[in-house]
T-cell receptor, first 118, second 115 residues
Framework: GAVVSQHPSWVICKSGTSVKIECRSL??????MFWYRQFPKQSLMLMAT?????????EQGVEKDKFLINHASLTLSTLTVTSAHPEDSSFYIC??????????????FGDGTRLSIL | AQKVTQVQTEISVVEKEDVTLDCVYE???????LFWYKQPPSGELVFLIR??????QNEISGRYSWNFQKSTSSFNFTITASQVVDSAVYFC????????????FGTGTRLTVIP
């Protein structure tokens, strides 16, 4: 089956640090990847939609200068949390839509990244 | 735009009991899709089922079954003979064909199966 690898799985760092999270589709090409954020005991909230070779589309309320998204290839999207602060601590999950498959087909999710900012 | 309501925020059952998780959705689309995902304590999301609005047949997969009632806009999920490994948060997620063109997650139901 289609596998999405997300790295790192856990990050603890000091306030002010920038953190990069990678999302890779291992055995398929992904034209579209999604980035979600999930606070404890809450649902997944879509942050942005990332299309290969173009700028990401951010959801309302998500600062694009704060959360930099790059989708330079069909197998890799990255999310960089710039100058992270404690309020950015959350669980970040990516998902990928397989190239050539309809947009209503199941997305493939990574295992998530737990980000803790001290 | 979609809206989804998962009435139960938390449910606890004793192992081997049956449990039903409710999902009520709102949509203006005539054609739509509904998903259920499982999120165990480790955090990853596991796809369980995708159902399109044309198919109102109930579906059974092992101990899992889904009851889709278009007339009441419900897509309920039942686990039969629950096991401890079923403990997780379960999300009902309509597919949003407008705007984000993406999944829209409900608030989730946290299921705890007590041994």
């Amino acid at each position: 089956g289609a596998v999405v690898s997300q790295h790192p799985s856990w990050v603890i760092c000091k306030s002010g640090t920038s953190v990069k999270i990678e999302c890779r589709s291992l055995d398929f090409q992904a034209t579209t990847m999604f980035w979600y954020r999930q606070f404890p005991k809450q649902s997944l909230m879509l942050m942005a939609t990332s299309n290969e070779g173009s700028k990401a589309t951010y959801e309302q309320g998500v600062e694009k200068d704060k959360f930099l998204i790059n989708h330079a290839s069909l197998t890799l999207s990255t999310l960089t949390v710039t100058s992270a602060h404690p309020e950015d601590s959350s669980f970040y999950i990516c998902s990928a839509r397989e190239r050539g498959r309809g947009s209503n087909q199941p997305q493939h999710f990574g295992d998530g990244t737990r980000l803790s900012i001290l | 735009a979609q809206k989804v309501t998962q009435v139960q925020t938390e449910i606890s059952v004793v192992e081997k009991e049956d449990v039903t998780l409710d999902c009520v959705y709102e949509t203006r689309d005539t054609t739509y899709y509904l998903f259920w995902y499982k999120q165990p304590p480790s955090g990853e999301l596991v796809f369980l089922i995708r159902r399109n609005s044309f198919d109102e047949q109930n579906e059974i997969s092992g101990r899992y079954s889904w009851n889709f009632q278009k007339s009441t806009s419900s897509f309920n999920f039942t686990i039969t003979a629950s096991q401890v490994v079923d403990s997780a948060v379960y999300f009902c997620a309509p597919y949003d064909q407008t705007g984000a063109n993406n999944l829209f997650f409900g608030t989730g139901t946290r299921l705890t199966v007590i041994p």
